[in-house]
C-alpha cells in the first residue's frame, strides 16, 4: 500500500514554544490530507481537513489559529502546534489521500509539552 | 464524511480463542479498512476491502462486509497475546471523504 510519514516521531517542548510536525505522502500524490489528535485511551478525533493549495477546513471546536495547518505540495502538509501549553500534549496522526484513492495514515507524533 | 462504530468495545479472551469485532456505519462507502492501534503506537494498517468485495483474508484475519447492512466484521483466528490492541473500522470513500473514528474495540488476549 501507500506510504504515509510523519515527522518527527515524537517531540517535547516547552510551554510557550511553537512545534510544527510533518505529513508527507511518499509514493502518491496527496490532494487532501487529514489530521487527527488522539487524548490517551480515547478514540483518534479529526481536526482538520486540508487541500492542497487551499485553505484547511477545521472541525468545530478546533482553533485555527492555534492549529495551523499547511499543504503547499501534493505530498506535504504541516501541522503547527503555536504557543504550546500542556494541554495541547497529545498524538497527531495525519491520513492522506489522492484523487481515487483510499486514505493511508502516518504513523503519528507523539507531542509533550513542558 | 463517515464514521464508523465498533462493537463491542471491549473484549477479554484466552489465547488460542477466535475474536469477532463488528463496524457499523451509516452512509454509502466505496471501501473499509480495519487498523490496530497498540497501547501509546501509531496506527497499524491490517485490511482494505472495497465495497464490491464480501470477504477478504490475511492471514489470521478475515474481513466481511455487507453493504446493505452497512456493517463489517474482523476475525481473527487462534489469537495471541501479542494481538492485545485497539482496533478501529475507517468507513471510507476517496479523495476528500473525511472519516471520522468511533472508539474503537480493545481487545485483550489472555496468556
Known amino acids: 500500500g501507500a506510504v504515509v510519514s510523519q515527522h518527527p516521531s515524537w517531540v517535547i517542548c516547552k510551554s510557550g514554544t511553537s512545534v510544527k510536525i510533518e505529513c508527507r505522502s511518499l509514493d502518491f500524490q496527496a490532494t487532501t490530507m487529514f489530521w487527527y489528535r488522539q487524548f490517551p485511551k480515547q478514540s483518534l478525533m479529526l481536526m482538520a481537513t486540508s487541500n492542497e493549495g487551499s485553505k484547511a477546513t477545521y472541525e468545530q471546536g478546533v482553533e485555527k489559529d492555534k492549529f495551523l495547518i499547511n499543504h503547499a505540495s501534493l505530498t506535504l502538509s504541516t501541522l503547527t502546534v503555536t504557543s504550546a501549553h500542556p494541554e495541547d500534549s497529545s498524538f497527531y496522526i495525519c491520513s492522506a489521500t489522492g484523487g481515487n484513492t483510499e486514505a493511508f495514515f502516518g504513523q503519528g507524533t507523539r507531542l509533550t509539552v513542558v | 464524511s463517515q464514521q464508523g462504530e465498533e462493537d463491542p468495545q471491549a473484549l477479554s479472551i484466552q489465547e488460542g480463542e477466535n475474536a469477532t469485532m463488528n463496524c457499523s456505519y451509516k452512509?454509502?462507502?466505496?471501501?473499509l479498512q480495519w487498523y490496530r492501534q497498540n497501547s501509546g503506537r501509531g496506527l497499524v494498517h491490517l485490511i482494505l476491502?472495497?465495497?464490491?468485495?464480501r470477504e477478504k483474508h490475511s492471514g489470521r484475519l478475515r474481513v466481511t462486509l455487507d453493504t446493505s447492512k452497512k456493517s463489517s466484521s474482523l476475525l481473527i483466528t487462534a489469537s495471541r497475546a501479542a494481538d492485545t490492541a485497539s482496533y478501529f473500522c475507517?468507513?471510507?470513500?476517496?479523495?476528500?471523504?473525511?472519516?471520522?473514528f468511533g472508539a474503537g474495540t480493545r481487545l485483550f488476549v489472555k496468556a
Open positions: 452512509t454509502s462507502i466505496n471501501n
Open positions: 475507517a468507513p471510507g470513500g476517496t479523495g476528500g471523504f473525511k472519516t471520522i
Open positions: 476491502i472495497r465495497s464490491n468485495e
